[in-house]
T-cell receptor, first 114, second 112 residues
Framework: NAGVTQTPKFQVLKTGQSMTLQCAQD?????MYWYRQDPGMGLRLIYYSASEGTTDKGEVPNGYNVSRLNKREFSLRLESAAPSQTSVYFC?????????????FGEGSWLTVV | GNSVTQMEGPVTLSEEAFLTINCTYTATGYPSLFWYVQYPGEGLQLLLKATKADDKGSNKGFEATYRKETTSFHLEKGSVQVSDSAVYFC???????????FGTGTRLKVLA
């Protein structure tokens, strides 16, 4: 009963380092998302993938890249980390990008850039 | 485009008190509306939803009614418990793209 699984849960990076956040879902969902959560800002969409083979920018894509590796997996890459990217990152998925579909979230990845 | 505004927190209540967390929205048409809850150290999980105007969503004693006249989807619970302490998010799809947008979250703290 895993749902959405993301790794790592905690990471500390130095400015300029790169890293990839991994996400996998076992619900056979078509759509997947990456959000970041910052105090007072709620959740902001970084990138999403409506279906396997497609990706699109969300509200705050700068400094990030994504890969929809297959239907299950959707990774988020920080090429050159900056302190402004210190945040909690959530991967999510839904059956389709249709109004009324529930989004299911992973447990979050706490990233600190020093 | 669509947007959602929810009340600022934190909200601090005593156990068994009545809870209201306000959420208002701006939308094209009548999209589905959602409340998600985030417990400490966890991701968001669906609390309840309503898919059309005048629908009432309910779960775990929480209720919210989709009111198109007032463009609101306020979350209510008659008697809160300490275990309800969490952050609550109102959400709806964006117009045209079906990406979801979330409110800024309202932190609820319930004291024994």
């Amino acid at each position: 009963n895993a749902g959405v699984t993301q790794t790592p849960k905690f990471q500390v990076l130095k400015t300029g380092q790169s890293m990839t956040l991994q996400c996998a879902q076992d619900m056979n969902h078509n759509s997947m998302y990456w959000y970041r959560q910052d105090p007072g800002m709620g959740l902001r969409l970084i990138y999403y993938s409506a279906s396997e083979g497609t990706t699109d920018k969300g509200e705050v894509p700068n400094g990030y890249n994504v890969s929809r590796l297959n239907k299950r997996e959707f990774s988020l890459r920080l090429e050159s980390a900056a302190p402004s990217q210190t945040s909690v990152y959530f991967c999510a998925s839904s059956e389709r990008q249709i109004s009324g579909n529930t989004i299911y979230f992973g447990e979050g990845s706490w990233l600190t850039v020093v | 485009g669509n947007s959602v505004t929810q009340m600022e927190g934190p909200v601090t209540l005593s156990e068994e008190a009545f809870l209201t967390i306000n959420c208002t929205y701006t939308a094209t048409g009548y999209p589905s509306l959602f409340w998600y809850v985030q417990y400490p150290g966890e991701g968001l999980q669906l609390l309840l939803k309503a898919t059309k105007a005048d629908d009432k969503g309910s779960n775990k004693g929480f209720e919210a009614t989709y009111r198109k006249e007032t463009t609101s989807f306020h979350l209510e619970k008659g008697s809160v418990q300490v275990s309800d302490s969490a952050v609550y998010f109102c959400a709806l799809p964006t117009s045209g793209t079906y990406k979801y947008i979330f409110g800024t979250g309202t932190r609820l703290k319930v004291l024994a």
